[in-house]
């Protein structure tokens, strides 16, 4: 049962975009169970903007690990202990997320075990890769993160279905209005085929063949940042119909993009979680890992595609630079016509 509160809460999410925008979700229940707490977001610079604006955070902190990362994190604990929260919430599992944790005054402290300094949290919890619940449901990471929220509120309850989960983007009318030339257009997909890492992406000639396949059907946009352009240049070489807008489109208005789009199709990486947010509808192709990791897409209309059991699969929890065995068989033995089936 949620109480009226004013209280000071520190959520702390350092890792990657895709992370961060999952933890909106955490951030979002919070919320609900603190009614008028102020809710601070403790972040890497570069992610700030999935963050910021959200209605139920009151201030977002934004350490910078470029160009001093140390001096900039000590620079930011210092100001962070002028404050004092009744609950510091570490959903990262690194050392430093652990030291602001450990150097900031907090009534109750809750994190995951795995954290180097944990030893120092109030509560913790172990956080499983894949994780499965009493009932023998797999969890998303959504949910592993409320168990964090479930130690501080034991009265807290997690739904079985991660898809009740969705997380929250600042998505306003202007990210609208940045893509409504694009989105006028009638039906249109929208193709995010990069990733940091290659074996998490499927390979390039497979989504020039899905490309050519859909731009005969409706209009293709590809989307990335400004170092994907080489990329989706190359995948809709030669087609009409396409367009490549990778480095026009900031995150959220790439989001607005995907909103209405006939399909999305996504690796496993950020732009899957930025579908997610919009309950777009989705098709997710996961080569090197799998979806019971727990970051698998959670719009209502989403589907996963993969390579099933091999001998070789998942080859490591993030991905490679390259196939450790040379084949990359979890992508090349993903058929185009799977893909395109998942048009409805």
Known sequence: MSTKSSKNILIIQTAFIGDTILASQFAYQVSQEFPGAQIHFFLRKGNEAVIQNLPFITRTWIWDKKGGKTRNLLALIKELRTIDFDFIFNLHRHFNSGLVSAMVRAKEKIGFKQNPLSFLYDKKVLHQIPDISAMGVRWHEVQRNLKLLQMAKPDFNISENAKDYRPHLPVSEKNFEKVSSYTSVGEYFVMAPASVWFTKAWSEHKYQELCAELSKRAKVYLIGGPDDAPLCERIGKGLQNVENLCGKLSLLDSAALMKNAKRVFVNDSGPLHLASCMNAKTTAIFCSTIPEFG??????????????????????????????????KCSEDIEVSRVLATIN
């Open 295 to 328: 970051y698998t897409p959670l719009a209502q209309d989403s589907v996963v595609i993969d390579n099933g059991k091999m001998s070789c699969r998942p080859c490591g929890l993030h991905g490679h630079k390259a196939c450790p065995l040379g084949h990359y």
